[in-house]
């Protein structure tokens, strides 16, 4: 089964790991590849600012990826979400697909969010798919957004609103269940 637990000490080494992947690093917009001291402070940063969460997006025990939600802290009840499959072996078997769902979840119940959006790179055709599949409308497109190594790169704009969440919610949640990635 697909769950999202809380972050945990040990994860900052496997998100580093991960973060050193080039299929993960490929979709990054940071500026540079982070030095260990600047992945620590992420973490730490991720962990405690009251304006982000972070999730482990686990298969049973085993970590299978990262889901965060941030600018939590706005008035406008929004989140801007991000998330990766870091196991190259977890991919394409539907963890992110679960993963969506747990997260959608947690941010239009527990956080009471109205509105989560996203920018993925133009190029990113599984992310894109992915997030299309899990209900995000595409709400714009934003030309020579980003600096990858160097080189400008477009980036599109995702959402999906509160109602929307809603009418799609029982349905997703049941396909997973029958699907056998998410508990009934
Ligand atoms: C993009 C990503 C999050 C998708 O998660 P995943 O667990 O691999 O995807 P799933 O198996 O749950 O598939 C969900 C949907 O995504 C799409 N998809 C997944 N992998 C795909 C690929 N390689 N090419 C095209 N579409 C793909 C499909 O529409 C799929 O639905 P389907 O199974 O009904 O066809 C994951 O592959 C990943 O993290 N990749 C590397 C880094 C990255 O791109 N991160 C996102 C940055 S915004």
Known sequence: MIDLRDLRDEDEATLYQWRREAEVDRWMSDAAFPSPEA???????LRD?????GWMIVRGDAPQGLLTLAGLDSHHR????????GAPDARGRGVGRA???????KAFGELGLLKVWAEVMADNDAALKAQTAAGFRREGYLRGHVLKDGEPRDVV??????EEWRE???????ALAEAHLIAA
């Open 39 to 45: 992945h620590q402070e992420w973490f730490n940063r």
């Open 49 to 53: 600012d009251s304006g982000r969460r």
């Open 78 to 85: 929004r989140g801007e979400w991000a998330f990766f499959i």
């Open 99 to 105: 993963a969506q769902v747990l997260g959608l979840d």
């Open 157 to 162: 704009l995702l959402g999906i609103l509160a």
């Open 168 to 174: 799609r919610r029982d349905a997703a949640r049941k």
